[in-house]
Structure formats: structure tokens, C-alpha cells
């Protein structure tokens, strides 16, 4: 799995929600030509654009490991939100991905409609191991 982080957040922080979340969503043969792009929500810089493109224009870049549908993830973090309330935003963050992993395997949003790729009742007992990675700003 490769990361590319646009955001002001821990490239090592998001590096380990995604690594416990396509450890629990993907087999190990699929997770080696995934890539995540983690971009600021409502952002409107080039290198925001240029990952949204590259997630949802282009969902296929390569060779797809076995089983996906598609190889690209985006995902997009509210800056105010993971300033306010960094636990919550590590939550709403690992409980994306979870939803972005399901769709490379094929799942529609009519398959997911449950807590755990949906934001329904008890969607937090999903991803509450999150909260012990908060989003934090990267020192620069």
C-alpha cells in the first residue's frame, strides 16, 4: 500500500489507520498495488485537485491486484473538525477507508448499507481502536 498525504496531518499517524484498516478489508495479495491519497476536505489547491482527479476520475492506475475493482482511494479529512476534535477525526477517518476498501472489492453502496461502512447506529464500536491514534499535525 502506498500513502500520498496532502494534508497538514502525521503522514505516520494516517500510515498506521490505514494499515489496521486494509489489514481488517483487503487480502494480503491485494494490498500491494493499492494507494491512498488522504487530501483536506473542501480544499482548493492544486495538489487537492490533482489527488481527487487521480481518485475518482482514474480509480485504476497499473495493474489491479487480484479481486479489486479499482486501486485508488481518496480520502478526504475536515481540517477544522481533526483541529477541534483529533480523536473523533481519526475515527470518521478510518471508518472512510473501511468504506473506500469495500468498493474496491465491488461492494455498491446498497451491499454497505451498515454501520460498519456506513455512518448509521453504532458506527463508532467499528472503528474505536481509531481513537488511540489521533490526528495530529505534522511538526515541519
Not at 489507520?17 to 487530501?39: K, S
Not at 475493482?69 to 473501511?98: C, E, G, W
Not at 476498501?101 to 467499528?126: D, I, L, S, V
Request: proline fraction near 6%.
Amino acid at each position: 500500500m502506498r500513502i500520498n498525504n496532502r494534508t497538514p496531518f502525521s503522514s505516520a499517524v494516517l500510515r498506521t489507520i490505514a494499515q489496521r484498516v486494509i489489514e481488517n478489508e483487503l487480502d494480503p495479495e491485494q494490498r500491494q498495488g493499492v494507494t491512498v491519497h488522504f487530501t483536506v476536505r473542501g480544499s482548493r489547491t492544486t495538489a487537492a485537485r490533482r489527488a481527487r482527479h487521480a481518485g475518482f476520475r482514474r480509480r485504476t492506475i497499473g495493474p489491479l491486484p487480484p479481486r479489486l475493482k479499482y486501486n485508488q482511494a481518496i480520502v478526504r479529512i475536515a481540517l477544522q473538525r481533526s483541529l477541534d476534535t483529533p480523536k473523533l477525526a481519526a475515527m470518521f477517518t478510518a471508518h472512510d477507508l473501511a468504506h473506500e476498501f469495500a468498493e474496491m472489492r465491488g461492494m455498491n453502496h446498497k451491499q454497505m448499507r451498515t454501520p460498519r461502512y456506513f455512518y448509521r447506529k453504532g458506527w463508532e464500536q467499528f472503528v474505536e481502536w481509531a481513537k488511540e491514534f489521533p490526528l495530529t499535525l505534522d511538526p515541519k
